[in-house]
């Protein structure tokens, strides 16, 4: 998978790069709101929620066809459900153990793939039918 990670906290996002890195995904950090914009396409967002304020929106509005997990430092509704009802899909709480993010991640990836294993099913039996 293709992951962003978007975290000020340069050693946690070093850690989760080199650890998804050793599982074979391919990892760019970036903590400037400009270059995020501008990055390409990714399979997956790491989105840490006290970077860039409200902006965050704009992040989340440009990978909506991606898989966004929240990095939050506390639950409220700013960090959690606003995000989530602009369209990411999941969080997890800092600190966190990485094999809990690499969880998470597989499970949205496994999701998406049965997603549109469900809708290839649909519109076979809806053109023969």
């Not at 970036?30 to 997956?44: C, F, N, S």
Request: hydrophobic share 40%; charged share 25%.
């Amino acid at each position: 998978m293709r992951i962003l990670i978007v975290e000020n906290e340069t050693y946690l996002a070093q850690s989760i790069a080199n650890k998804l890195s050793s599982l074979g995904h391919s990892c760019e950090i970036l903590t400037r709101l400009k270059d995020v914009l501008e990055a390409g396409e990714k399979d997956a967002v790491l989105l840490s929620t006290n970077i860039f304020g409200e902006d965050i929106y704009k992040v989340i509005d440009k990978f909506k066809n991606s898989i966004i997990i929240l990095l939050i430092s506390y639950i409220s509704h700013d960090t959690v459900s606003k995000p989530i009802k602009a369209g990411a899909n999941d969080y997890i709480q800092k600190p966190f153990m990485v094999e809990e993010l690499i969880r998470k991640l597989e499970h949205f990836k496994e999701f998406d793939r049965l997603k549109s294993d469900a809708q290839a099913l649909i519109t076979y039996l809806e053109y023969h039918f």
